[in-house]
T-cell receptor, first 116, second 111 residues
Framework: EPEVTQTPSHQVTQMGQEVILRCVPI?????FYWYRQILGQKVEFLVS????????KSEIFDDQFSVERPDGSNFTLKIRSTKLEDSAMYFC??????????????FGPGTRLLVL | RKEVEQDPGPFNVPEGATVAFNCTYS??????FFWYRQDCRKEPKLLMS???SGNEDGRFTAQLNRASQYISLLIRDSKLSDSATYLC????????????FGSGTQLTVLP
């Protein structure tokens, strides 16, 4: 299975602070995705990013969120002013193909964000 | 109606048992279907894709019924290592632009 890496693995921050989560997706893909999972809840789509632009975003992805590609291989998710309810696991994902050839996504190990 | 709905679980089964999970989806135009597994506090990992004709991967069999908008996963000869949460995942567009996840069904295989 292709590897997606994320840093940091854990982040603790104070409410109102800015956080930046980093992802190195599978190389040679122009698409990447961010998802989040609040503890005990389902995985939810946040945003897809294609060729340096947002392709799709969900209702969760409001003005406090932004995504960037600061260099050729890294992608970031920035939360400008964190709220308590932003505490969650944040996953980035890269496109891939399953064994039967269907397009799917491979997920990084996640960053666990705790907002105090 | 939830976009992707799964058996509430949890399922606790003995080693060697056969267990089946069900899932329904609301968007009839959905194109691709998957089962992922998620271990506690880890990322979702692709278990298998699901094709209309049904497909098998070792002890795992997936079925899709487009008319009923229903997906299933059958695990035979359960192992302790199968203990995880199983996520039903649907891609509405077929191009993997946005995956929609079910809430998952927790499976514990007991020795």
């Amino acid at each position: 299975e292709p590897e997606v890496t994320q840093t940091p693995s854990h982040q603790v921050t104070q409410m109102g602070q800015e956080v930046i989560l980093r992802c190195v997706p599978i190389s040679n893909h122009l698409y990447f995705y961010w998802y989040r999972q609040i503890l005990g809840q389902k995985v939810e789509f946040l945003v897809s990013f294609y060729n340096n632009e947002i392709s799709e975003k969900s209702e969760i992805f409001d003005d406090q969120f932004s995504v960037e590609r600061p260099d050729g291989s890294n992608f970031t998710l920035k939360i400008r002013s964190t709220k308590l309810e932003d505490s969650a696991m944040y996953f980035c994902a890269s496109p891939g193909r399953g064994a039967l050839g269907q397009e799917t996504q491979y997920f990084g190990p996640g960053t666990r964000l705790l907002v105090l | 109606r939830k976009e992707v709905e799964q058996d509430p679980g949890p399922f606790n089964v003995p080693e060697g048992a056969t267990v089946a999970f069900n899932c329904t989806y609301s968007n009839s135009a959905s194109q691709s279907f998957f089962w992922y597994r998620q271990d506690c506090r880890k990322e979702p990992k692709l278990l298998m894709s699901v094709y209309s004709s049904g497909n098998e991967d070792g002890r795992f069999t997936a079925q899709l019924n487009r008319a009923s908008q229903y997906i299933s996963l059958l695990i035979r000869d359960s192992k302790l290592s199968d203990s995880a949460t199983y996520l039903c995942v649907v891609n509405p567009s077929g191009s993997a632009r946005q995956l929609t996840f079910g809430s998952g069904t927790q499976l514990t295989v007991l020795p």
